[in-house]
T-cell receptor
Framework: DAKTTQPPSMDCAEGRAANLPCNHSTISGNEYVYWYRQIHSQGPQYIIHGLKNNETNEMASLIITEDRKSSTLILPHATLRDTAVYYC???????????????FGKGTKLSVKP | DGGITQSPKYLFRKEGQNVTLSCEQNLNHDAMYWYRQDPGQGLRLIYYSQIVNDFQKGDIAEGYSVSREKKESFPLTVTSAQKNPTAFYLCASISHSYNEQFFGPGTRLTVL
């Protein structure tokens, strides 16, 4: 079972910031928070990941709470092309065994509207 | 350009037939994965391989088989034992530094 909880859907106006929440209250110390997105009928695309510090790249920002029990993915200026399902995943860095596998839940369907 | 290729993009098969889905990567990644996705659902892990000639079952391996004879290739066979094979199948790989997982474009399998 997925270790994260996300709202099933969200809307965002084009040009505005999209803030996607994720709850991961059972996260352990060696687990990172990863975000992927999947545009309809395509393979998922990596967005960003982090451990405890906030992270930013060219696609998005990731804000992780101090207790690490929740996080928020921020798309600063959403466009119509950002309409997709966004998956929040917690994952161990243990390369051996299955702990490092990604476990995808149902994600949040983000609809960016003109 | 480096990446993961899956073929074919669409596949139709008759009930009772085995079918093999191709997955090739030129990223020099060690680990490769197969996932299944049903409409409106997340991805479920079928099989994974962390090294050549070795692979492990995921959460829903029944009715599927894989091989890993080369680092670049991880084909998935959907056997007639798989009761409900119609789905979107995704292949992925990850480097030993274990950060970003790359996904292929997927194969949509329909059983007629």
């Amino acid at each position: 079972d997925a270790k994260t909880t996300q709202p099933p859907s969200m809307d965002c106006a084009e040009g505005r910031a999209a803030n996607l929440p994720c709850n991961h209250s059972t996260i352990s110390g060696n687990e990172y928070v990863y975000w992927y997105r999947q545009i309809h009928s395509q393979g998922p695309q990596y967005i960003i990941h982090g451990l405890k510090n906030n992270e930013t790249n060219e696609m998005a920002s990731l804000i992780i709470t101090e207790d690490r029990k929740s996080s928020t993915l921020i798309l600063p200026h959403a466009t119509l092309r950002d309409t997709a399902v966004y998956y929040c995943i917690v994952r161990s860095l243990n390369y051996g065994g299955s702990q490092g596998n990604l476990i995808f839940g149902k994600g949040t369907k983000l609809s960016v509207k003109p | 350009d480096g990446g993961i290729t899956q073929s074919p993009k669409y596949l139709f098969r008759k009930e009772g037939q085995n079918v093999t889905l191709s997955c090739e990567q030129n990223l020099n990644h060690d680990a490769m994965y197969w996932y299944r996705q049903d409409p409106g659902q997340g991805l479920r892990l079928i099989y994974y391989s962390q090294i050549v000639n070795d692979f492990q079952k995921g959460d829903i391996a029944e009715g599927y088989s894989v091989s890993r004879e080369k680092k670049e290739s991880f084909p998935l066979t959907v056997t007639s034992a798989q009761k409900n094979p119609t789905a979107f199948y995704l292949c992925a790989s990850i480097s030993h530094s274990y950060n970003e997982q790359f996904f292929g474009p997927g194969t949509r399998l329909t059983v007629l």
